[in-house]
Antibody, heavy 115, light 112 residues
Framework: EVQLVETGGGLVQPGKSLKLTCATSGFTFSTAWMYWVRQSPEKRLEWIVR??????????DYVESVKGRFTISRDDSKSSVYLQMNSLKEEDTATYYC??????WGQGVIVTVSS | DVVMTQTPVSLSLAIGQPASISCKSS???????????LNWILQRPGQSPKRLIY???KLYSEVPDRFSGSGSETEFTLKISRVEAEDLGVYYCWQGTHFPLTFGSGTKLEIK
């Protein structure tokens, strides 16, 4: 059974940092391209970042709104993908999902950016 | 960015009725590979999204055949031949042809 479990969410002040972890199992993680998608409180979905596999040099793509602030990484030995979020803004408040090219989704983790 | 426009915003249907959801893109979703990366997902209340259809009309193995997808270029449709109780939730189309990947704003299906 494919499982994706996100952790690391919480309440954080504007300008601070947070790191999300997505631990996976049940599929060949090392060859999977992994994505982070967020859902705003208004339920709008937004793709934010993708990381490819080793054979594609772990290439990454970011949506413009998070470029320079967010960094995706992965550890194939742990079947995990990470999202380092720096310089957080109130508009980053959302539920963050990791997903395998939108085939399988985690349960999501809530990030609230507020003073 | 490609804008995905879904209509209607909501649907209220009785069990057994057909449903139809439209998704229009601001650019053609036909890729250089000859494939069209228009997909549908369903988010049931309180749950994370689940996959339904990929490349316009291909159903994932676990998806009932009462669901179907059609369309080309910029206009796409998701149909449910006979709505069942488990179909309630919000349906989103999303495109994977152009970066950034973008989603429609969703269509909420309620059961009368």
């Amino acid at each position: 059974e494919v499982q994706l479990v996100e952790t690391g969410g919480g309440l954080v002040q504007p300008g601070k940092s947070l790191k999300l972890t997505c631990a996976t199992s049940g599929f060949t993680f090392s060859t999977a391209w992994m994505y982070w998608v967020r859902q705003s409180p208004e339920k709008r979905l937004e793709w934010i970042v993708r990381i490819k596999d080793k054979s594609h040099n772990y290439a990454t793509d970011y949506v413009e709104s998070v470029k320079g602030r967010f960094t995706i990484s992965r550890d194939d030995s742990k079947s995990s993908v990470y999202l380092q979020m720096n310089s957080l803004k109130e508009e980053d408040t959302a539920t963050y999902y990791c997903t395998t090219a939108f085939d399988y989704w985690g349960q999501g983790v809530i990030v609230t950016v507020s003073s | 960015d490609v804008v995905m426009t879904q209509t209607p915003v909501s649907l209220s249907l009785a069990i057994g009725q057909p449903a139809s959801i439209s998704c229009k893109s601001s650019q053609s979703l036909l890729g250089t590979s000859g494939k069209t990366f228009l997909n549908w997902i369903l988010q049931r209340p309180g749950q994370s999204p689940k996959r339904l259809i990929y490349q316009v009309s291909k159903l994932y193995s676990e998806v009932p055949d009462r669901f179907s997808g059609s369309g080309s270029e910029t206009e796409f449709t998701l149909k449910i031949s006979r709505v069942e109780a488990e179909d309630l939730g919000v349906y989103y189309c999303w495109q994977g042809t152009h970066f950034p990947l973008t989603f429609g704003s969703g269509t909420k299906l309620e059961i009368k």
